[in-house]
T-cell receptor, first 113, second 120 residues
Framework: KAGVTQTPRYLIKTRGQQVTLSCSPI?????VSWYQQTPGQGLQFLFE???????NKGNFPGRFSGRQFSNSRSEMNVSTLELGDSALYLC????????????FGQGTRLTVV | AQTVTQSQPEMSVQEAETVTLSCTYD???????LFWYKQPPSRQMILVIR??????QNATENRFSVNFQKAAKSFSLKISDSQLGDTAMYFC?????????????????FGTGTRLTIIP
C-alpha cells in the first residue's frame, strides 16, 4: 500500500511568487490535513479537507489556501510568498471516520529567497 | 485553546538504556486523544503510540509505553532498551475528540519537540 506522497520534495521560490504543493493521500483516505513546520513556530495546523470540503482551518493569512479533488488528492497554494513562508509543509491523511491515525508524507521543503 | 508543552528540548541516552520524555497539556475538553510522533532525519512523521483519554489503561507498543495522568494532564513516553534507530525528534500531540461523526479529523496540536540522541 503506497504511503502519502507529497510533491515536489524541494522547492525554491522568490518573494512575491506563488507556489502550489500537492499531496496524494493513501488510497481510500478521505481526510487530508496540512501542517507548516518551522524552527521558530514548530508544527502549526493549516487546514483540513474531507470529501472536497474544508472542515477546519488554522490561524494563517488568506494567502494560504487549499483544495481537495474528488479523488481525495489535495493541493495547497501560497500566494505572494514572503521569506517567513520558508518551511517544511507536511500533509497527513486519515481513513474514513474520526480520529483515526494520521499518516504523514515526507513533506515539501519550501525555501523563499 | 489547547496547548502542549515539552520541557526537554534535548536528551541523550546510552544504547539499551531506558529514557522518559515528558509532555504536559492543557485543555478544558474531557474527550480527547494524545499521541507521540517520531520524526527522524528523513523528516517523515511516524506515529509511535496513541492514548484515548477515556481509557485508564496506559498504552503500550513493544518498547514504547506511556504514563498517562489525566488529572495532572501529563503524558510521558518511556522508551525501553533504546536503539540507535530511536534517534529522532519526538513530538507530543493532542487532538480533541470527535465532534461530528464521519466528518474527518480534528486538528493535531503539537508540542515543540524533544531531540533524542541514542549514543552507541
Amino acid at each position: 500500500k503506497a504511503g502519502v506522497t507529497q510533491t515536489p520534495r524541494y522547492l525554491i521560490k522568490t518573494r512575491g511568487q506563488q507556489v502550489t504543493l500537492s499531496c496524494s493521500p493513501i488510497s481510500g483516505h478521505r481526510s487530508v490535513s496540512w501542517y507548516q513546520q518551522t524552527p521558530g513556530q514548530g508544527l502549526q495546523f493549516l487546514f483540513e479537507y474531507f470529501s472536497e470540503t474544508q472542515r477546519n482551518k488554522g490561524n494563517f493569512p488568506g494567502r494560504f489556501s487549499g483544495r481537495q479533488f474528488s479523488n481525495s488528492r489535495s493541493e495547497m497554494n501560497v500566494s505572494t510568498l514572503e521569506l517567513g513562508d520558508s518551511a517544511l509543509y507536511l500533509c497527513a491523511s486519515s481513513s474514513r471516520g474520526v480520529n483515526t491515525e494520521a499518516f504523514f508524507g515526507q513533506g515539501t521543503r519550501l525555501t523563499v529567497v | 485553546a489547547q496547548t502542549v508543552t515539552q520541557s526537554q528540548p534535548e536528551m541523550s541516552v546510552q544504547e539499551a538504556e531506558t529514557v522518559t520524555l515528558s509532555c504536559t497539556y492543557d485543555t478544558s475538553e474531557n474527550n480527547y486523544y494524545l499521541f507521540w510522533y517520531k520524526q527522524p532525519p528523513s523528516r517523515q512523521m511516524i506515529l509511535v503510540i496513541r492514548q484515548e483519554a477515556y481509557k485508564q489503561q496506559n498504552a503500550t507498543e513493544n518498547r514504547f509505553s506511556v504514563n498517562f495522568q489525566k488529572a495532572a494532564k501529563s503524558f510521558s513516553l518511556k522508551i525501553s532498551d533504546s536503539q540507535l534507530g530511536d534517534t529522532a525528534m519526538y513530538f507530543c500531540a493532542f487532538m480533541t475528540g470527535p465532534r461530528r461523526a464521519n466528518f474527518g479529523n480534528e486538528k493535531l496540536t503539537f508540542g515543540t519537540g524533544t531531540r533524542l540522541t541514542i549514543i552507541p
